[in-house]
Structure formats: C-alpha cells, structure tokens
C-alpha cells in the first residue's frame, strides 16, 4: 500500500508540473519573439527565437514527465531507467538533470507569465503579430483580439492559423493596445514595411491588404498608429 500511494503521489505531481510547462509553451514562445523584436531582431530572428522557445519548453515537458516515470518504476522495481541505463547509474548527473529540467520548466513558466494582464477586469485588446516563412522569407502581418495578456491572445489565434500549413513559423507579438484603430492601422504599416499586399503587386506574405483604398477610415487608422507606436 506504501508503495502504490509513493507512486500516484510522484504521477500526480509530475502530472501537474508538466500539464503546466506545456500550457506554458505557446505564450513563452510568443514572449521570447517579442523580446527580440523589441531589442532590434528581426522578423525571422524572432519567429526562430519563438519556435525554439515554444519547441524547447514542450521537450522539457516531456523529458520532465519521463523523469517522474522513472521515479516511479524505481518505487516499483528498484531499478530507474534514465538513472541506471541511460546515465550509468550516476545518481548525481540524474539530480542535475532534474533540477536542470525542473528549472527551465519554471522559466519558461515565468516567461509566458511575463506580460499578463488578468485581473484588471479582463478588458479587451488589440494586437498585431507577425509570422515568417523560413523558407522564402516573406513575412505574414496579422491581428488579433482579446481578454486575455497579449501573448495568449496571440498564441490563441496562432494555434489554428491558416497560414500554419504554408510553412510559416509562429507568430511574434508586435504591439498590442485597447486602441483598436492603432491596431488596424499597424497592421497595414507591417504590411507595407514588407512589401505591400499580393493582390496590388507587392511580395509579403499577405494576399490582400488591412485597409483597404477606398475605407473611408483609412487615413484615421493609419494615424492613430503613428500617433500611438510611432513611424
């Protein structure tokens, strides 16, 4: 009996932790790209910091819930499989591992958490984000809404994003505001600071525009962009 509560003890707490390192992961990534655009990287500098981020806190998840497995195989049968075969039976390179993974699990956390602003009454906002093509390096500028912190409302929209099954990267968080006509108008910035729209000859990852010409709120849009972010 001592033995099977020591073991759904271990599989319930290894459970949570890494239930929450991966939650963790689309927001962290998203973080992780805005904090290298923020300091002058560019867009695909900030979708691979983004990919890497978001890839690396999901494996720190997994290798942390097969840490806990073995943990409690140990419990069962004496005998810790990453401990004794993967790592010699050296029980104090199995610590640090744990505490390495355990640590970057706890950071990334933090990091996902960096930009939350629950707890103000869930007011709405406004974000642009930017997602880059690897490949041919055209850039994709797209916005997004709602009452979450402005990388989960990001991550929310990227998790589904059609332009996913093009081989476009995740997306980076640009700006964010309560200010809605900011953010139409950034959003058509971006996408001219890439190369315009396809659809009027231009070579970003966009097939139409933001804004279009004849939206009689185009000039207004596009200056309460400038007004809030700047040129």
Partial sequence: MKKAAKVAAI?????VIVTAVVASAGSAGVVAGALVSTYGGSAALAGLAASVV???TVTTGVL???TGASDAGEVISGHNVIRDD???GNQENY??????????GAASMALGAMDRTKGAGKAKTYQTYTKTNPTTGKVYTGRTSGTGSPAENVAMRDRYHHMNSKGYGPAVLDKSSTNYAAIRGREQILIDQYGGAQRTGGISGNAYNGIRFNNPNRHYYLDEAYRLFGR
């Fill in 54 to 56: 978001t890839v690396g």
């Fill in 11 to 15: 599989v319930v707490v290894t459970a």
């Fill in 64 to 66: 942390i819930g097969a």
């Fill in 86 to 88: 993967i790592l010699g």
């Fill in 95 to 104: 610590d640090a591992l744990k505490i390495g993974l355990y640590t970057a």
